[in-house]
């Protein structure tokens, strides 16, 4: 009589252990997943790579090029700063924003279309609040939000910023009553 073969209860297999040289054909205990996870993992697997290749960047950022952008974008950003204070222009308009702020995103038509409708006498300066960079004009000008716009004179000096952004309405009134405030009277 020949016994069935015992199979154990659960089975532990190291890495170690394993020879794939051996001609064993009974093994005493397989961990071979069920088909229903090995098409899940595949899946997985599939869609990593297809988000991979559609962003065509890698998922772990080297976090020295991303601080390295950040310095020349914000130096960029106080080069417009000093040049717009250096115009002979009345005043500048400077926006706070943060790159992940759908709202500020949202305002960058609205922004552009002041810009060229207000050209002969206003600058408008673009700041990213989230650069170390900034962290002066943050303090200087009180700003704890954003998107807020700050009216400033031709010296620098403060004349009015924008309220707490409530809604895309009510950033847009906050910016038209800070130009009606110090837009010159056409003749």
């Not at 016994?3 to 051996?22: E, G, I, M, R, Y």
């Not at 205990?29 to 088909?35: E, F, G, Q, V």
């Not at 010296?155 to 110090?182: C, E, F, Q």
């Amino acid at each position: 009589m020949n016994p069935a073969p015992k199979h154990p209860l659960f089975c532990v297999k190291w890495p170690w252990h394993s020879n794939p040289n051996s001609n064993n054909n009974n093994p005493p205990c397989t961990l071979d997943t069920p088909w229903v996870f090995k098409s899940v993992r595949n899946l997985g697997a599939a869609a990593f790579k297809l988000i991979n290749s559609a962003a065509n960047t890698p998922l772990l950022f080297n976090h020295q090029e991303t601080s390295r952008s950040e310095q020349v974008q914000g130096e960029a950003e106080q080069r417009a700063f000093a040049a717009a204070l250096a115009t002979a222009r009345d005043a500048t308009l400077l926006e706070f924003y943060s790159p992940k702020c759908r709202l500020c995103n949202s305002l960058l038509p609205f922004v552009t279309e002041i810009e060229n409708r207000n050209s002969d006498w206003l600058n408008i300066v673009m700041a990213d609040a989230e650069n170390d960079m900034w962290l002066p004009e943050l303090l200087h000008y009180d700003i704890k939000y954003v998107p807020c716009f700050v009216l400033v004179d031709k010296h620098g000096n403060a004349l009015a910023k924008t309220g707490i952004p409530n809604s895309r309405l009510h950033v847009v009134a906050g910016v038209s009553h800070l130009l009606k405030m110090r837009r010159p009277v056409k003749n």
